[in-house]
């Protein structure tokens, strides 16, 4: 009685093995899962995605759009640290701005959000400041072509946190 057991227990294993079905060679199908797809992207609209984290590095040191492009750029704080210790945002300033002139100007810009009131004209657009495990996203016109720079405007996060929007 053991063996016939073990016997169909056997044949059970090996014909639950591969459930591919045997059609004509035109037609083969296998089984497979249906996903679900999400609605096709517009082709207009550049969706971009960059994170942050608590050792203040960007994932990303360049990113590209089209000149003109609707840009829609979700911000992630991958860390864990606080908005108070470890805020990030994501500023992109105009070409004729000078990083460590904006990064140090910053520093001292705490309540607007380290957005230097009188140095708004160097921003083409940025982010709200962000703390580890939030998110945010802003939409924007991609300028004219060129590569512009992107930084984390925190106090001190532009020596590390910086990279190129290209413009194509």
Same mark, same amino acid.
């Given at each position: 009685?053991?063996?016939?057991?073990?016997?169909?227990?056997?044949? &059970?294993?090996?014909?639950? *093995?591969? @459930?591919? /079905?045997? %059609?004509?060679?035109?037609?083969?199908?296998? !089984?497979?899962? =249906?996903?679900?797809?999400?609605?096709?992207?517009?082709?207009?609209?550049?969706?971009?995605?960059?994170?942050?984290?608590?050792?203040?590095?960007?994932?990303?040191?360049? &990113?590209?759009?089209?000149? *003109?492009? @609707?840009? /829609?750029? %979700?911000?992630?704080?991958?860390?864990?640290? !606080?908005?108070? =210790?470890?805020?990030?945002?994501?500023?992109?300033?105009?070409?004729?701005?000078?990083?460590?002139?904006?990064?140090?100007?910053?520093?001292?810009?705490?309540?607007?959000?380290?957005?230097?009131?009188?140095?708004?004209?160097?921003?083409?657009?940025?982010?709200?400041?962000?703390?580890?495990?939030?998110?945010?996203?802003?939409?924007?016109?991609?300028?004219?072509?060129?590569?512009?720079?992107?930084?984390?405007?925190?106090?001190?996060?532009?020596?590390?946190?910086?990279?190129?929007?290209?413009?194509?």
């Amino acid at each position: 009685m053991k063996k016939l057991i073990l016997v169909f227990l056997v044949a &059970l294993a090996f014909s639950c *093995g591969d @459930k591919k /079905k045997e %059609t004509p060679a035109a037609t083969t199908t296998t !089984d497979t899962k =249906v996903e679900k797809k999400a609605p096709a992207e517009d082709p207009n609209v550049a969706v971009l995605t960059i994170e942050g984290n608590d050792q203040m590095q960007f994932n990303k040191k360049e &990113l590209k759009v089209k000149a *003109g492009q @609707k840009v /829609k750029l %979700t911000l992630k704080h991958v860390g864990k640290m !606080d908005i108070q =210790v470890m805020g990030h945002n994501w500023a992109l300033l105009t070409q004729d701005a000078d990083v460590a002139t904006v990064g140090n100007a910053a520093a001292l810009a705490k309540d607007n959000d380290y957005i230097p009131a009188d140095m708004t004209d160097k921003f083409i657009v940025h982010t709200k400041m962000i703390g580890g495990g939030e998110t945010t996203t802003i939409e924007f016109d991609a300028p004219a072509p060129g590569t512009y720079t992107y930084m984390c405007t925190f106090p001190g996060h532009y020596a590390l946190m910086q990279g190129k929007l290209i413009v194509e």
